[in-house]
């Protein structure tokens, strides 16, 4: 059972553009949305994350833009640049437990 | 503090042997995590613990996969008999717990079963 479903699958950008993932989930007891992003042959790492109180929570050029009634959240890098290449992952934990449920990955490729 | 550490980094194996994978979680965290990725699911939750308890092992995928945790500072995953669908990227992770819920991925192993 998918819990967090996300898209794109892949998406390339312009250099200065800006690169939008979106992710929705199914379980109404999740209260903590993490992005985590993923380097090649590194795990990943934690970039940005919210809790279902607010609506947006931005960190420099990153900001995460949350819909508590549809269930979705989203992930707006501004001004994209080719060392935001990577796998961004979308993840959600809730419900009294530490696991957390991960998107599929979406690939960003930022071109010159 | 180094982060998490696992070893090794990579590991071929033949189909049949037994693999056995360590991590050595971030010191004062509380909680650690085993992961696996694919490009086929992505990445899976295998098992978690808190306080060197197991929590949740519902990701495990067959009694091929074990995990231990015998202390607050090493754990294994260990799966017997390896079979090449096993092949993937592991991950551990730690988390301090509590109220702070980031969690902190080691570089992973690369496990090849041929």
């Known amino acids: 059972q998918q819990q967090v479903k996300q898209s794109p699958q892949s998406l390339i950008v312009q250099k200065g553009g800006i690169s939008i993932i979106n992710c929705a989930y199914e379980?109404?007891?999740?209260?903590?949305f993490p992005w985590y992003q993923q380097f090649p042959g590194k795990g990943p790492a934690l970039l940005i994350a919210?809790?279902?109180?607010?609506s947006e929570k931005k960190e420099g050029r990153f900001t995460i833009s949350f819909n508590k009634s549809a269930k979705q959240f989203s992930l707006h890098i501004m001004d994209s640049q080719p060392g935001d290449s990577a796998t961004y992952f979308c993840a959600a934990m809730g419900g009294g437990n530490e696991k957390l449920t991960f998107g599929t990955g979406t690939r960003l490729t930022i071109i010159p | 503090d180094a982060g998490v550490i696992q070893s090794p980094r990579h590991e071929v194996t033949e189909m049949g042997q037994e693999v056995t994978l360590r991590c050595k979680p971030i010191s004062g965290h509380n909680s650690l995590f085993w992961y696996r990725q694919t490009m086929m699911r992505g990445l899976e939750l295998l098992i978690y613990?808190?306080?060197?308890?197991?929590?949740?092992d519902s990701g495990m995928p067959e009694d091929r996969f074990s995990a231990k945790m015998p202390n607050a500072s090493f754990s294994t995953l260990k799966i017997q008999p390896s079979e090449p669908r096993d092949s993937a990227v592991y991950f551990c992770?730690?988390?301090?717990?509590?109220?702070?819920?980031?969690?902190?991925f080691g570089q992973g192993t690369r496990l090849t079963v041929v």
């Open positions: 613990f808190n306080n060197n308890v197991p929590i949740d």
């Open positions: 919210i809790r279902p109180d607010v």
């Open positions: 992770a730690s988390s301090p717990g509590h109220s702070n819920t980031e969690a902190f």
């Open positions: 379980n109404t007891a999740f209260d903590y």
